[in-house]
């Protein structure tokens, strides 16, 4: 058996030669003659591996000075909540652009600690839009404002970052960061769960304006306050260590692919060839998102006929193309073509949908 095209949305395919790599230096890692996950996150070794990590990442999203960047636990779901614990005050509002799943249940979460408001909504359109900026209703009282920049679930993904002047805008990256170059100067705090596009699960990524971490002072747990861990480098707890040493892997990686330029170049690539090819079934297969906001990451999309659909999932199995299944929320099928999923991946996909509609017609 070999491994498989695996089109999960998460946790989710990794580069094969990083996988390699951790396999190789498992029992051994560096100089150390222990495993990185047997070592304490105090010594050297690890500090260093940490800090190449960071600085890896850094020149990956040319992330300015003045921005911290953390390496945290908790899954980008805790953040749903520790967001409007460290930027906003008890009551206060926060504006939220409703565009899916993932930014319906940040706004379930924040309500624990602020007051969300519901600034623009896709939900009319059962989520297969963007809602235009310009129809955007901003508080001025806002704390920030809270955007999915990709709906893994619903497949809807922002092209732009949008202008929200002098309001923090606050992005939930789990599922896009790192998939092409975006200007980080436009955020006020990014984070990211690691197991879409970066890493294995347990990892989150925050990227905070420095400004934004005073915030917070005094008022929540250390450990829940960014300032803190922004203080103690991410150390003031044990953090996930081998999340953060695989995460530093795919970094290297993607400079050695050429950086994010590059791959904004093949993932462009490898969703105009899937979408084409739904486009092209003459209707045997579905994807209806706008075409100006269709994810490039997670293609969601539905056989005309959804008695197949059981059919249609073991037969791609079968032909080693994994996790094709949609999400519960949508139904159908979903294929998640993150940085790590090759381009013959995608051709492989491409040319069993062909198949499977020639020999199902
Ligand atoms: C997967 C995902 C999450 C939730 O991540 P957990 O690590 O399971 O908490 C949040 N937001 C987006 C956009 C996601 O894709």
């Given at each position: 058996m070999s491994r498989a095209f695996n089109f999960s949305a998460g946790p989710a395919v990794l580069p094969e030669s990083v996988l390699r790599q951790a396999q190789e230096e498992l029992l051994e890692w560096g100089g150390e003659r222990a495993s990185v996950m047997e070592v304490s996150h105090r010594g050297k070794a690890f500090m260093e591996m940490a800090e190449a990590a960071e600085r890896d990442l850094r020149e990956l999203l040319a992330i300015p000075q003045h921005y911290r960047v953390l390496f945290l636990q908790g899954g980008a779901s805790q953040h749903f909540a520790q967001v409007p614990m460290n930027l906003a005050r008890p009551g206060q509002p926060v504006d939220f652009v409703l565009t899916g799943a993932w930014s319906e249940k940040a706004i379930a979460e924040a309500a624990h600690f602020c007051a969300p408001r519901v600034a623009a909504s896709a939900a009319a359109g059962v989520f297969r839009g963007i809602p235009e900026r310009s129809q955007w209703r901003l508080s001025e009282e806002a704390a920030y404002v809270h955007i999915a920049s990709n709906e893994t679930i619903h497949g809807v993904e922002f092209f732009e970052s949008p202008d929200t002047g002098a309001m923090p805008l606050v992005a939930d990256m789990s599922s896009n960061l790192l998939s092409r170059p975006i200007d980080?100067?436009?955020?006020g705090l990014i984070f990211a769960g690691a197991q879409k596009n970066i890493g294995p699960s347990g990892l989150v990524i925050v990227i905070v304006r420095e400004d934004l971490l005073e915030r917070s002072t005094g008022r929540v747990a250390r450990i829940f306050d960014y300032a803190c861990h922004a203080r103690e480098k991410s150390l003031l707890n044990t953090p996930p260590t081998f999340g953060w040493y695989l995460a530093g892997l795919v970094f290297r990686w993607l400079k050695g692919q050429g950086g994010l330029a590059a791959m904004a170049q093949v993932n462009d690539r490898k969703a105009a060839m899937l979408y084409a090819a739904i486009d092209g079934s003459g209707g045997y297969y579905a994807n209806r998102v706008d075409p100006a906001a269709r994810s490039r990451m997670n293609v969601p999309f539905a056989l005309?006929?959804?008695?197949?659909d059981a059919l249609f999932l073991e037969e791609s199995r079968a032909a080693g193309l994994l996790a094709l299944k949609g999400h519960r929320v949508v139904g159908g099928m979903r294929a998640s073509i993150y940085n790590a999923m090759p381009e013959e991946g995608v051709a492989a996909l491409v040319s069993f949908l062909r198949d499977f509609a020639q020999r199902h017609g």
């Amino acid at each position: 058996m070999s491994r498989a095209f695996n089109f999960s949305a998460g946790p989710a395919v990794l580069p094969e030669s990083v996988l390699r790599q951790a396999q190789e230096e498992l029992l051994e890692w560096g100089g150390e003659r222990a495993s990185v996950m047997e070592v304490s996150h105090r010594g050297k070794a690890f500090m260093e591996m940490a800090e190449a990590a960071e600085r890896d990442l850094r020149e990956l999203l040319a992330i300015p000075q003045h921005y911290r960047v953390l390496f945290l636990q908790g899954g980008a779901s805790q953040h749903f909540a520790q967001v409007p614990m460290n930027l906003a005050r008890p009551g206060q509002p926060v504006d939220f652009v409703l565009t899916g799943a993932w930014s319906e249940k940040a706004i379930a979460e924040a309500a624990h600690f602020c007051a969300p408001r519901v600034a623009a909504s896709a939900a009319a359109g059962v989520f297969r839009g963007i809602p235009e900026r310009s129809q955007w209703r901003l508080s001025e009282e806002a704390a920030y404002v809270h955007i999915a920049s990709n709906e893994t679930i619903h497949g809807v993904e922002f092209f732009e970052s949008p202008d929200t002047g002098a309001m923090p805008l606050v992005a939930d990256m789990s599922s896009n960061l790192l998939s092409r170059p975006i200007d980080v100067s436009r955020y006020g705090l990014i984070f990211a769960g690691a197991q879409k596009n970066i890493g294995p699960s347990g990892l989150v990524i925050v990227i905070v304006r420095e400004d934004l971490l005073e915030r917070s002072t005094g008022r929540v747990a250390r450990i829940f306050d960014y300032a803190c861990h922004a203080r103690e480098k991410s150390l003031l707890n044990t953090p996930p260590t081998f999340g953060w040493y695989l995460a530093g892997l795919v970094f290297r990686w993607l400079k050695g692919q050429g950086g994010l330029a590059a791959m904004a170049q093949v993932n462009d690539r490898k969703a105009a060839m899937l979408y084409a090819a739904i486009d092209g079934s003459g209707g045997y297969y579905a994807n209806r998102v706008d075409p100006a906001a269709r994810s490039r990451m997670n293609v969601p999309f539905a056989l005309h006929d959804p008695a197949l659909d059981a059919l249609f999932l073991e037969e791609s199995r079968a032909a080693g193309l994994l996790a094709l299944k949609g999400h519960r929320v949508v139904g159908g099928m979903r294929a998640s073509i993150y940085n790590a999923m090759p381009e013959e991946g995608v051709a492989a996909l491409v040319s069993f949908l062909r198949d499977f509609a020639q020999r199902h017609g």
